[in-house]
């Protein structure tokens, strides 16, 4: 049975959804459909979210059926320079909070108390891969494409995906829909060849929102596996991120194993090459580095720095080994930074 929640608790699931994608919000009405500015580095959505609870259709409907029942308005309003958003939340038993993406642009008039559907291998496929769709067909020959999503790819949603494919008036083939029901978010590599027949501007929606989709997922293991701890330092308190050891950019993989939890300064220090780690998981500084900031009048903190980067020391390991770097990716990383430079 999934919790139902209060209109005030999914604002709250909303606006933190935004913030874990990346957006700042700005709450402009907490009255339903709830009227919200969020802004990111790049971009402003100005947006119109109507959302509802997702429940099971009841004893009379197929077990794998959930919906949405939209109550308490009497069509959706929209306005040019808006985004209208027609969302679900649905509180999922395991890892909690799955969102439901709708096609807002598509179910502009309905009748009394009309609901939605959506099925249950979708939500559980975006529970455990980030991102997920299925397809439903509408009257008129017409097809709606639903995106069920975890929360910190909320963002990826309203940025890339509804402009892509929540557009009023254009329908989309129905060969496309199925298509596009099949994709598997969570592959190494969406590929031209798996999207074929997808139109163009859709396609890139799909391989953006792929990759964003995968680097979350990344991110997610990493910090989980390492119990959000700073590898080199063991600092926690929420400014952790999942580094890459061989680069994305050097074809390095999104498995665990070519990862480790840094906070935000080590992660910086590791990536420019100021850090490196061997293949015996020790902290390793880099002299020659640390020579030229010297000579440059920037080494302030630096000695501090080192000492507090534990240099000589090894690194915190995740509790199961087996999430552990690959010795072969640390060596692969220190070979680039150039081994003679490290002490
Ligand atoms: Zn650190």
């Not at 501007?201 to 991110?219: P, S, Y």
Request: charged residues 20%.
């Amino acid at each position: 049975m999934m919790a139902r929640l209060s209109k005030s608790a999914m604002l709250e699931i909303i606006r933190a959804a935004l913030k874990q994608s990346g957006y700042e919000t700005d709450v402009v009405s907490k009255t339903h459909p709830f009227q919200i500015v969020a802004r990111n580095n790049s971009s402003e959505e100005d947006l119109s979210i109507y959302v509802w609870n997702v429940t099971h259709g009841g004893k009379s409907r197929a077990a794998s059926e959930y919906r949405i029942q939209i109550t308490g308005v009497s069509g959706l309003k929209f306005a040019s320079g808006q985004k209208t958003l027609l969302l679900g939340i649905a509180q999922q038993p395991v890892s909690g909070t799955v969102i439901v993406g709708f096609d807002a642009t598509k179910h502009r008039e309905f009748g009394s108390s009309p609901s939605i559907q959506v099925h249950a291998p979708t939500l559980l496929k975006a529970e455990h891969d980030g991102l997920a769709s299925e397809t439903k067909e509408l009257d008129h020959g017409k097809s709606e494409i639903v995106f069920a999503f975890r929360p910190e790819n909320f963002g990826q949603f309203i940025g890339t995906i509804c402009p892509a494919y929540h557009v009023a008036g254009k329908t989309i083939p129905t060969d496309e829909s199925s298509k596009v029901s099949s994709l598997d978010f969570s592959k190494p590599d969406l590929s031209d060849a798996d999207l074929s027949g997808v139109a163009a501007g859709r396609k890139k929606a799909l391989i953006a929102a792929a990759m964003w989709v995968r680097d979350q997922n990344f991110r997610r293991n990493v910090l989980h596996v390492y119990d959000y701890c700073c590898a080199i330092c063991g600092l926690q308190a929420n400014l952790v991120q999942g580094g890459h050891i061989v680069g994305v950019g050097k074809k390095g993989t999104d498995e665990v194993i070519n990862g480790m939890c840094l906070c935000s300064i080590h992660h910086d220090a590791y990536d420019r090459g100021l850090l490196a780690v061997d293949e015996n998981y020790t902290i390793r500084k880099n002299l020659r580095m640390a020579k030229a900031l010297k000579s440059a009048g920037l080494a302030g903190g630096l000695t501090e720095f080192f000492a507090n980067s534990r240099v000589g020391q090894k690194i915190r390991l995740p509790k199961d080994l087996k999430f552990a770097p690959k010795p072969e990716y640390l060596k692969a990383n220190l070979s680039a930074k150039g081994p003679q430079n490290f002490e």
